[in-house]
């Protein structure tokens, strides 16, 4: 009898430790870390997309800002007031802004290439129907508002895009970028009048159709970073293969490989029955596939509960009795070794990604009414942190285990597309910090602090930060347009003193921008000159703007580059060009105007996003850019028609140039007191403030080093 239970005994221990690894064949673990951001190559194909962008700036802005060359023979053709088709220049620059936000929010769904074809080709068609077109209600809409939202297209993916492929040289790139906006006026401003003896504008409106398909062309250059990269993997320096080794040795060893995480490190927060990361639910066959995360719920009698999400009680009251949380946005560690750099993805973007992988699985391999349900979990010794003020986790690995009798395989294949889905993930807008900088790396703070341009992208980089999973609930696949749109027009940040300052700087400084563009070739006229020395202005002001923004640039580059202080001066130097310009009627003074305005309007055009990031840090840059490209396209579309009425009222435009002019120096004015003002709104919210200057000394050793490294 004994030796009968001995030998069930010794039967069922077998058949246990069969089913243990029949579990452990049908887990895997899909270490997050290993899924890598596409790096800015600095070079390569870089170069053509850089490229593409010239043309593209070239085109929309050349258009956009040689109007006023037009602006009489239109005046004369259609037999209305100045004010009347200045309406047309300002809806297609304010509309070619605002529709930025937008833009940049479908370009979650719709890649930059696809966005600028379809711009091209609706500019293409709607300025060739201008010259068709013989009632001046009609242009306006045609040349105004279509035009202007087709260039939008054009213009937002054009210029972030050379920001995805350049790091170190970004501000360099950049410059060459923007140029192409005042070398395509000059030549534009150049040609014009030439093409109008010929042609009419008529026939001028039918070239310049034909030239925006240059965009088309320009569009099929922006290919995706990671393609590319695909087949031109990226050498790393060997300051990035000296971070990895380090990393991997602060690793404990084990004997284990390293594509998977110790199990050593930490205690697991328990199995799967235990913790509670695993829970059923009863799904239709035809529904997207479950796959279930939860953490137990708190006690949420702790004031502070509400600002964690669901992970062990005890755990929190750790973090809680050793005050490890100091404020909303704080990435706190509750499992597994410190990391130089937290996970980058939220466990509720991973859950909702397999789900959608399984769930194609499911209904392109089989019908079967069987329900299915997987459990994710973080990988036992995986770092797992809590992001403060939200209720999401991240982890560094995460394993991903069927559940016993579910019918659902779990295998390298469903693995590959899991790991796929999330790079395509991590390639959104919605989830770069950074998407809106096109400036000089060292200015900001997260670039300097990092040891490489791998760790600088991860730390701007967030995947899931957003998505929140209730407890009985499957998670959904977020709507990444409504995302971004919310973000950037947050209304919390309505209240910030600083940047309601800043953002009232940045309208009146639009206000008196277009004056030059628009009114200055017309207002030549009326003094007597012929209509090519009129546009010759703006030839000689395109010209000289061309070098302003590589000066720019330049300085923008230097690490102890006052933003602030360059702003204010050239928006006083710009605006009091525009107040004495009727002093100077000769042919001589307005060219020296031109060269005056051309060259100092271009430092505020340069620095006006590194004043942003200055002012407000790289977390509020998208929704600070958000509400700036709304106000100032709004601000460009009501400024040429009220300059431009004093024209009809008094015959001369003299004050539409002091009411410009005085617009750009109240915009510098406005700025003076942001620094003092900042400094207060920090200590009003408890931070510690240090002096302007204390990062300059770190900023110059890293512009140093990025130039010895490229």
Not at 98 to 112: C, E, K, Y
Not at 396 to 411: C, E, Q, T, W
Not at 456 to 464: A, E, F, H, L, Q
Request: hydrophobic content about 45%; overall charge neutral.
């Amino acid at each position: 009898m004994s030796s009968d239970v001995n030998t069930k005994n010794t039967v069922k221990e077998k058949g246990d430790l069969q089913s243990e690894m029949d579990d452990k064949a049908k887990e895997l673990e899909i270490n997050l870390e290993e899924i890598e951001l596409p790096v800015p190559p600095d070079g390569g194909w870089s170069w053509a997309v850089l490229l593409g962008s010239f043309i593209c700036m070239f085109c929309v802005d050349g258009l956009s800002f040689s109007f006023g060359v037009l602006l009489s023979d239109l005046q004369t053709s259609f037999e209305c007031t100045t004010t009347k088709i200045s309406v047309a220049s300002s809806l297609i620059v304010g509309f070619t802004l605002i529709s930025g936000p937008v833009v940049s929010a479908v370009s979650n769904i719709l890649s930059f290439r696809s966005l600028v074809l379809v711009g091209s080709g609706i500019s293409f068609c709607s300025v060739l129907a201008c010259a068709f077109v013989y009632d001046v209600n009609i242009f306006i809409v045609l040349f105004g508002f279509v035009t202007g939202t087709s260039y939008g297209m054009i213009y937002l993916p054009a210029a972030t895009i050379v920001s995805q492929w350049f790091a170190k040289l970004r501000a360099t790139a950049t410059g060459i970028s923007m140029c192409g906006s005042s070398i395509g006026t000059a030549v534009y401003s150049a040609i014009l009048p030439k093409l109008l003896k010929i042609y009419s504008w008529r026939g001028c409106m039918a070239i310049m159709a034909a030239m925006s398909l240059h965009c088309f062309a320009a569009g099929c250059l922006f290919i995706p970073l990671r393609d590319y990269q695909r087949g031109h993997p990226v050498k790393k320096s060997e300051t990035e293969r000296e971070a990895e080794v380090e990393d991997a040795s602060s690793r404990p060893k084990n004997g284990l490989s390293d594509a998977r995480f110790r199990r050593s490190v930490t205690p697991n927060l328990g199995s799967v029955a235990e913790s509670g990361y695993l829970k059923h639910a009863d799904t239709d066959p035809e529904s997207p596939t479950p796959v279930l995360l939860k953490v137990p719920k708190l006690d949420r009698s702790d004031p502070l509960s509400h600002r964690v999400p669901n992970f062990p009680a005890s755990v929190v009251k750790d973090l809680l009795e050793s005050q490890s949380i100091h404020g909303s946005g704080d990435m706190v560690r509750i499992q597994g070794i410190e990391k130089h750099q937290p996970p980058m993805v939220g466990l509720s973007t991973v859950n909702r990604v397999v789900g959608e992988v399984l769930s194609h699985q499911d209904h392109s391999r089989t019908q079967s009414s069987r329900r299915r349900t997987v459990s994710v979990e973080p990988s036992p010794g995986a770092s797992v942190y809590v992001k403060t003020g939200g209720n999401q986790l991240f982890a560094s690995a995460v394993s991903l285990r069927p559940i016993a009798d579910a019918g659902v395989h779990v295998d390298p294949f469903i693995r590959r597309e899991i790991v796929h889905k999330l790079e395509r993930e991590m390639d959104l807008p919605a989830n770069r910090k950074d998407f809106f900088y096109s400036a000089s790396m060292v200015h900001v703070n997260e670039y300097v602090s990092s040891s490489n341009v791998n760790e600088y992208i991860r730390s701007v980089t967030k995947i899931g930060a957003g998505e929140i999973e209730e407890e009985g609930t499957v998670a959904r696949p977020p709507n990444h347009v409504l995302k971004m749109l919310s973000e950037l027009f947050d209304f919390g940040l309505l209240r910030s003193p600083t940047f309601l300052l800043l953002l009232a700087s940045s309208v009146f400084g639009l206000l008196g921008y277009p004056v030059p563009y628009v009114f200055l070739s017309d207002e030549a006229q009326t003094l007597g000159y012929s209509s090519e020395a009129s546009a010759n202005l703006l030839v000689y002001l395109s010209s000289v703007n061309t070098v302003g923004r590589v000066m720019a640039g330049v300085i923008s580059d230097w690490p102890c580059t006052d933003a602030l202080f360059v702003n204010n001066a050239a928006l006083i130097i710009s605006g009091v060009a525009c107040v004495v310009l009727p002093l100077m009627p000769s042919y001589i003074g307005h060219v020296a105007y031109a060269v005056t305005f051309g060259l100092a309007i271009a430092a505020f055009v340069s620095l006006r996003i590194i004043l942003l990031v200055e002012m407000l840090g790289l977390e509020r840059l998208t929704n600070a850019f958000g509400f700036l490209l709304l106000f100032q396209g709004l601000a460009f579309i009501v400024s040429p028609p009220i300059l431009a009425s004093f024209y009809d009222l008094l015959k001369s435009y003299n004050y539409t140039f002091i009411l410009g002019g005085a617009s750009l120096i109240l915009s510098a004015l406005l700025c003076f007191p942001l620094r003092p003002i900042l400094r207060w709104e920090r200590r009003r919210r408890g931070e510690v403030v240090p002096p302007h200057e204390s990062g300059h000394c770190i900023r110059l050793v890293r512009h140093i080093r990025d130039r010895f490294t490229v």
